[in-house]
């Protein structure tokens, strides 16, 4: 069975004390309505670097709530002022790193050819990261969106071992419902995800593809989330506005 992934992306929300009582929160209703084992839920909270110390101190001691980063700098060090080594990341304990997110691409002009530089960084420092593709409106409409995610897995991740893209996360972004209110529907999701696993297995194989966890990010919400994790092929979500409300992010690792 593929892992099931509920991941906290926070985005640029919180203060500190805010974001310590949400991961507080978060903790003791998993702990409390999930289990030990999380009910088979990996649980991956993003929080923005200011915080990662801060809120891993409140669950080093648990199992299955992990500590994850929104981005990682391109390069391994230097004189980059303003960015975030993944050497940097990895002597806090971050285990995931969001990487390729549409926000990321959109805002500040990230390349696939960068994100596979910052692929290899991740896992060269013992890291794994949460891949994220997607399509706008306007590709969609266009009849263009599945080449295009295609397109952004095979540039972006296609030159990794099989040993190390076995452990790669994806996650499914339609940009046209992040922070819109509106969502794939279930049809919707199930159709790209179905596609992203065949394309894998065109490249490494029907096994790997059947391992790899592929998320769905585009306004995943207690209401929702049920139905599109009833799907085969999804296994989990990149949760935004959701993540930031313990209740609602707790439901949502309780829908699968």
């Known amino acids: 069975m593929r892992q099931k992934i509920v991941a906290g992306n926070w985005k640029m929300n919180l203060i500190k004390e805010e974001a310590q009582s949400l991961t507080a929160e978060i903790v003791g209703m998993s702990n409390d309505e999930l289990g030990t084992n999380q009910n088979g839920v990996k649980l991956i909270l993003c929080p923005s670097f200011v915080h990662i110390s801060t809120i891993k101190s409140l669950f080093k001691n648990v199992k299955n709530v992990h500590l994850g980063a929104q981005n990682v700098a391109s ?37 696939n050819q960068e994100i596979a530089q910052k692929i290899d960084l991740i896992f060269g ?55 819109t209110g509106k969502t794939a529907s279930s049809e919707q999701a199930q159709e790209i995800h179905a596609a992203i696993r065949e394309h894998i297995a065109s490249k490494y ?27 085969a092929d999804v296994d989990g979500g990149l949760i935004g506005g959701a993540a930031l409300k313990s209740r609602d992010f707790i439901e949502i690792a309780k829908s699968f």
Not at 205 to 231: H, M, R, V
Request: hydrophobic share 35%; aromatic share 10%.
């Open 205 to 231: 194989g029907q096994e790997i593809a059947d391992k790899t966890p592929i998320l769905y990010g585009g306004s995943c919400k207690p209401s929702n989330a049920k139905e599109l994790f009833a799907c």
């Open 125 to 179: 420092n013992g890291m794994l990261p949460i891949f994220c593709c997607g399509e706008t409106l306007e590709l969609r409409e266009e009849g263009n969106h599945i080449e295009f995610i295609k397109n952004q897995i095979s540039e972006s991740l296609f030159h990794l071992p099989a040993s190390k893209f076995e452990k790669v996360v994806i996650a499914y972004e339609p940009i046209w419902a992040i922070g």
């Open 75 to 111: 390069q391994a060090e230097g004189a980059y002022t303003g960015e975030v080594s993944a050497e940097m990341l990895v002597s806090y304990q971050v285990e995931y790193v969001i990487i390729g997110h549409s926000e990321r691409r959109q805002y500040f002009k990230e390349t």
